[in-house]
């Protein structure tokens, strides 16, 4: 059927209008499905949005804690209660001798430290300049070798072995052996220093499992060997534990030293760097001699920890409560596109701000969430072995629930918390952040019974329980609404967080599916719309045609009578 259609021909109607009215009122039915679509679509959006912010809660918040850091790739990771550094302060009587720093597992306390060796690594030097010619282009002229010799060596160290195997030695620098050595990547660094006149020879790392040996097959018309032995044209020379002053030897191992010291009664401990970690502090050793070690509890640091997660906190459910008290304006419905063409953008703008108001008043979803963390906040916490087992044993409340206030945020006693925290600071960090058993921390929630779940719960600390009951709600909200753009950022939150979303949704969420159920009732509709429109013109021109044909009739018979001769 074409669709060009001329219609009021015969009749004088403006059947183009006519049609329009009728279809407007016909398309009617499908505004209210595309109207309910998009109240669907912002309702989405709008539990999206939530999701993000307790996400962002749940991850800004441990970040300030120190439970997560970032790595220079930019990969999240979590990291231990007993790794937090701003529980224990470390001070040193003597600071040229060692720097120390204290985390949570420290214990309060002074000892004495005894610095007796430093880690060092093992390194050689030429004794003396080592070119007899004036040119370092090339080992011929460097070093006074034939250009028929062959230089063949291998240096292995615990990381590995690199051969240096030379000939045409008119071709061959003394850098392009430095290269060689280094670009092996074995730990060992190979300098030429070209000021000097000297070859440097080390290993990277310190201790005594960083090991090197050298065995050196050259062929040399001179004599001698090129890196090792008491001719070596580089005058390689090491310095022994005495101090004094050697040839390298072929296929000799050496070592590094481990550093030595003596923590209290604990005698002789070495290790590998001069950073050692004992009783949960870590101690930079600078120089050999005795130094004493005071540790403390960070009493400010702790309190200004707690203040600045019960401030995040309080602000994630400010956020929450205004979204479930928010005012709905079922007076504003989502516009059409007809009512859009009348209205400006800032009209448009101020229509959409009311009817978009709101939406998630009173969700049941979002209540369970609130109260599933507000409850897991006020409950004690089972297994503790410290003095506190709920967080108003440290001046911590839950904010009452008052006129025009919904309640649920924290309120801090701040001298209640300080003393608590000067009291029993380990007790505090325990009611926090205690971890359930393992054999309950281990498992995936979804593998967890109903009664284990509890029961994990119930051993959590009060930081760590919000978390996971945060978590636990959140994966409802996917499930009612999705991911949107945001799953690297759930990942984030817990890398098993999109399982079961995937696994028992498909990573389609209920609000998806009911929007898929709406546009196939769209798509149904306007296949009706186009019919019903064709069914009015086809009426319409069946109207015109017979208009028509009695014009036509009309016109004979008044030619007839008007022509007969009466």
């Given at each position: ?5 001329i ?18 009122a ?9 109207q ?10 709008s ?8 996400a962002n ?35 040193v ?33 030429s004794?003396?300049t ?39 030695l ?19 660094k ?45 005058k ?5 534990a ?15 030293e ?16 001069n ?7 870590t101690?930079?050793l ?19 920890k ?25 007076d ?67 904010e ?32 926090l ?8 921390a ?17 051993q959590s ?24 753009n ?77 022509g007969?001769?009466?």
């Amino acid at each position: 059927m074409s669709s060009l259609r001329i219609g009021g021909l015969a009749s004088g109607m403006d059947i183009d209008q006519l049609v329009a009215d009728m279809m407007k009122a016909e398309r009617k039915r499908v505004d209210v499905v595309e109207q309910n679509k998009t109240l669907l679509q912002w309702r989405q959006e709008s539990y999206q949005n939530l999701n993000r912010l307790v996400a962002n809660f749940i991850l800004d918040s441990k970040k300030s804690l120190g439970l997560s850091q970032t790595t220079t790739s930019g990969t999240l990771f979590n990291t231990s209660v007993n790794s937090l550094d701003w529980v224990k302060t470390a001070s040193v009587s003597n600071s040229s001798i060692a720097n120390v720093k204290a985390y949570s597992g420290a214990v309060q306390g002074t000892y004495d430290l005894k610095v007796i060796r430093l880690a060092s690594n093992w390194s050689a030097a030429s004794s003396e300049t080592i070119s007899v010619g004036e040119r370092i282009d090339n080992l011929v002229e460097q070093f006074g070798l034939s250009a028929d010799d062959t230089l063949d060596f291998t240096i292995t160290t615990d990381q590995g072995s690199v051969n240096i195997n030379k000939t045409n030695l008119e071709f061959v620098s003394i850098h392009d052996i430095v290269n060689e050595i280094n670009q092996a990547d074995i730990g060992v660094k190979a300098v030429y220093d070209y000021n000097l006149d000297r070859f440097f020879l080390q290993t990277i790392q310190t201790g005594a499992n960083s090991t090197i040996s050298i065995i050196d097959n050259s062929t040399l018309t001179s004599g001698g060997k090129f890196i090792t032995g008491s001719e070596n044209k580089l005058k390689l020379q090491y310095v022994d534990a005495e101090g004094v002053s050697q040839d390298l030897l072929d296929n000799t191992t050496y070592a590094g030293e481990d550093a030595l010291i003596d923590f209290g009664a604990a005698k002789g401990i070495t290790q590998s760097t001069n950073t050692v970690l004992v009783n949960n502090l870590t101690i930079t050793l600078k120089e050999t001699g005795t130094t004493t070690i005071k540790v403390d509890t960070n009493v400010s640091g702790i309190y200004e920890k707690v203040t600045a997660f019960v401030e995040q906190y309080n602000e994630m459910i400010d956020k929450l409560n205004a979204e479930l008290s928010a005012k709905r304006y079922s007076d504003y419905k989502p516009l059409t596109d007809e009512q859009r063409e009348e209205m400006s953008e800032k009209q448009i703008e101020m229509w959409e701000e009311k009817a978009k108001s709101g939406l998630l008043k009173n969700d049941m979803l979002l209540e369970k969430m609130l109260r599933s963390m507000r409850e897991g906040l006020y409950e004690a916490v089972a297994g503790v072995t410290g003095k506190y087992n709920h967080l108003t044993n440290i001046g911590i409340s839950t904010e009452g629930y008052a006129s025009g206030s919904r309640g649920g945020k924290l309120v801090i006693d701040s001298v209640k918390l300080t003393q608590a925290i000067e009291k029993d600071a380990d007790s505090v960090m325990e009611l926090l952040f205690k971890t359930p058993d393992r054999s309950l921390a281990l498992k995936s929630e979804s593998q967890l019974t109903a009664e284990e779940l509890k029961e994990k719960r119930s051993q959590s600390g009060l930081i760590t329980r919000l978390y996971d009951n945060a978590i636990a709600a959140m994966k409802d909200v996917i499930n009612r609404a999705g991911t949107g753009n945001d799953t690297e950022l759930y990942r984030n939150v817990s890398s098993t967080m999109l399982i079961d979303f995937v696994s028992d949704y498909g990573s389609i969420s209920n609000i998806e599916r009911d929007i898929k159920r709406l546009n196939n009732r769209i798509d149904t509709l306007n296949q009706y719309l186009m019919k019903r429109e064709t069914q009015y013109w086809n009426q319409f021109m069946a109207m015109e045609k017979a208009l028509n044909q009695m014009n036509q009739q009309s016109a004979w018979l008044a030619q007839q009578f008007g022509g007969g001769g009466f």
